[in-house]
């Protein structure tokens, strides 16, 4: 098996908080993945892609929307570098190569996006997609759509820290559990709150 590659191009290490948005597939997978990673404080479930009005489960869940179920990640830039986040993103929180969807999950709100608010994000997120592809290390070319940040919307209360709430749920045992796995497999270092 070829090794994931560390980001060969990065964001410049800081002191103090930043935030990094991602979409890929179902919030609530992709937040309990990114809650376990060294050097993140928070990560909210929402959206990201379309209006305010538009951003409600019931509306984005029709797939009439141009939002993307997306995760806002607080971290803290001396622990975790975005490079290090997009990782994290792309070997073990979802399939990068999979165009509008994941898993049985189907429909535009499930894409693979990076919603970068920087231009230091956007070109290190461009870059390490460029490197990925041609390391290959994935089955297939990666489809993650880039796109500047315009506005994240929290999801409802209900879908916060989904995964850790809700221990039994079938989905959780079945989609979210083998990404923490592989999480522990591939980063021994992170944090673990629960156990999947």
């Known amino acids: 098996m070829t090794t994931f590659p560390d980001p060969a191009l990065d964001t410049t290490p800081t002191s103090g908080q930043q935030t990094a948005v991602f979409a890929g597939g179902c919030f609530w997978c992709t937040e309990a993945v990114f809650e376990l990673v060294e050097g993140v404080e928070d990560v909210m479930s929402g959206y990201a892609g379309d209006t305010e009005e538009l951003a409600r489960y019931d509306i984005v869940c029709s797939g009439t929307t141009r939002h993307a179920e997306a995760i806002l990640i607080t971290y803290d830039a001396a622990k975790v570098t975005f490079g290090g986040l997009l990782k994290v993103f792309f070997s073990v929180a979802h399939d990068p190569t999979t165009r509008d969807r994941q898993g049985h999950d189907v429909g535009p709100q499930y894409r693979s996006a990076i919603f970068y608010t920087s231009e230091e994000q956007k070109q290190t997120a461009e870059a390490y997609i460029r490197q990925i592809d041609q390391a290959n290390v994935l089955h297939a070319p990666i489809v993650t759509e880039l796109s500047a940040l315009d506005k994240f919307y929290s999801a409802e209360a209900y879908h916060q820290n989904y995964a850790v709430n809700n221990r ?16 522990k497999k591939m980063f021994p270092g992170c944090r673990v709150r629960f156990n999947a």
């Open 168 to 183: 039994h749920n079938r989905y959780i045992v079945g989609v979210a559990d083998p990404k923490v796995e592989k999480l």
